[in-house]
T-cell receptor, first 116, second 114 residues
């Protein structure tokens, strides 16, 4: 069973640009969550999608957005990049959303974004 | 927002030593999870706990869900070099009838004693 696949693994952007990251969940997993990981803040929840609908959203500005497609693949977009957006962006999938045990997340290897 | 206090932040281990780390929260959690992250990889699930008082083992790893539902600990017995990495606790908060998304601790970094 293939794991969670994230692309690209590494990318470098400059301030003001926008970026789109992609995530393919484990086959059969319908919930996809995104986290931002930085040395200072640790893992911070961005948003969760289930059946193409955003179920929950973390405390990030509107520059951070996402979507989920009918095949459960998900993308996240960051517009007008700032230096502080440099981070490892992790995608995780789970079989269902909600309920005990639903949040046993399987993570991808992440997309490391550097903003210059 | 809610935070998990994970300690220690870092520790050095010598092969064969036992290791303990814990997480505490000011509010109740329904689920406690422990993950390990190696450099350049995403976190990998080690142990999942679902009931207060639950004690679960995975090889040399043992974790417990605190009775108050506000804490959890992870023990590693007889550590080996490949135990090096960053360990995260994660909890699923309970908001009066609904489940929240996972909240993560800041991590405990295990390194080998020089």
């Amino acid at each position: 069973k293939a794991g969670v696949t994230q692309t690209p693994r590494y990318l470098i952007k400059t301030r003001g640009q926008q970026v789109t990251l992609s995530c393919s969940p484990i086959s059969g997993h319908r919930s996809v969550s995104w986290y931002q990981q930085t040395p200072g803040q640790g893992l911070q929840f961005l948003f969760e999608y289930f059946s193409e609908t955003q179920r929950n959203k973390g405390n990030f500005p509107g520059r951070f957005s996402g979507r989920q497609f009918s095949n459960s693949r998900s993308e996240m977009n960051v517009s007008t990049l700032e230096l502080g957006d440099s981070a490892l962006y992790l995608c995780a999938s789970s079989f269902v959303a909600g309920g005990v045990g639903a949040n046993v997340l399987t993570f991808g290897a992440g997309s490391r974004l550097t903003v210059l | 927002g809610q935070q998990l206090n994970q300690s220690p932040q870092s520790m050095f281990i010598q092969e064969g030593e036992d290791v303990s780390m814990n997480c505490t929260s000011s509010s109740i959690f329904n689920t406690w999870l422990w993950y390990k992250q190696d450099p350049g990889e995403g976190p990998v699930l080690l142990i999942a706990l679902y009931k207060a008082g639950e004690l679960t083992s995975n090889g040399r790893l043992t974790a417990q869900f605190g009775i108050t539902r506000k804490d959890s600990f992870l023990n590693i017995s007889a550590s080996i070099p490949s135990d090096v990495g960053i360990y995260f606790c994660a909890g699923q908060p309970y908001y009066g009838g609904s489940q929240g998304n996972l909240i993560f601790g800041k991590g405990t970094k295990l390194s080998v004693k020089p």
